[in-house]
């Protein structure tokens, strides 16, 4: 079983400032990484897949990179909307299991 | 555009069943092979993926889930469906249904339904 880590567990900025957040993974599985954003009382939501594909409708401010064991989700320059919890989600080729990542907390400094 | 839509009780009794439904708006649960999705949180905590369904019925479950879970689809009500046995408090969580969202190498899940929250209490 893959167990993912996510630093920093609470990532402190300003606005305009850039966000960088990791995720690590116990062991390799290629790129079936994707990273999601959710806010207070909302769903989440698909920001990246693949590792560094951003969904439809991102903008390009969301950037993922990385591959095997870790992976990087960079927030070019912060927005005040993009203050939320960020998760990285890692899927095995086959059988297609999941498995969540603990989430960054971006909050306003 | 697609929307999901969750719905079940909203308070189950420990060592009880949980059963929950996904109704999928603006889009067929039939079609090509990808998978959709059950994905739980608890109060406060992080996602968990709960197991994902085919709309052919074929099913996958988290390890840690697999004895108590059941996904189960009605394509005639565009419908899928949780039951999860033998609840306890640890099961309590806001629990989201999710479509698939397709990719060359498989699928991944968005959009989710607003979620609903089961609260396993006596």
């Known amino acids: 079983e893959i167990v993912l880590t996510q630093s920093p567990a609470t990532l402190s900025l300003s606005p305009g400032e850039r966000a960088t957040l990791s995720c690590r993974a116990s062991?390799?599985?290629?790129?079936?990484l994707a990273w999601y954003q959710q806010k207070p009382g909302q769903a989440p939501r698909l920001l990246i897949y693949d590792a560094f594909n951003r969904a439809t409708g991102i903008p390009a401010r969301f950037s993922g990179s990385g591959s095997g064991t870790d992976f990087t989700l960079t927030i070019s320059s912060l927005e005040p909307e993009d203050f939320a919890v960020y998760y990285c989600?890692?899927?095995?080729?086959?059988?297609?299991?999941?498995?969540f990542g603990p989430g960054t907390k971006v909050d306003i400094k | 555009q697609l929307q999901l839509q969750e719905s079940g009780p909203g308070l189950v009794k420990p060592s009880e069943t949980l059963s929950l439904t996904c109704t999928v708006s603006g889009g067929s649960i039939n079609g090509d092979s990808y998978y959709w999705g059950w994905i739980r949180q608890p109060p406060g905590k992080g996602l968990e993926w709960i197991g994902s369904m085919y709309y052919s019925g074929s099913t996958h479950y988290n390890p840690s889930l697999k004895s108590r879970v059941t996904i189960s689809v009605d394509t005639s009500k565009n419908q899928f469906s949780l039951k999860l046995s033998s609840v306890t408090a640890a099961d309590t969580a806001v629990y989201y249904c999710?479509?698939?969202?397709?990719?060359?190498?498989?699928?991944?899940?968005?959009?989710w339904g607003q979620g609903t929250l089961v609260t396993v209490s006596s």
């Open positions: 999710a479509s698939p969202y397709p990719v060359p190498t498989g699928n991944w899940f968005d959009p």
């Open positions: 062991q390799s599985f290629g790129s079936f």
């Open positions: 989600l890692q899927r095995s080729n086959w059988p297609p299991l999941f498995t």
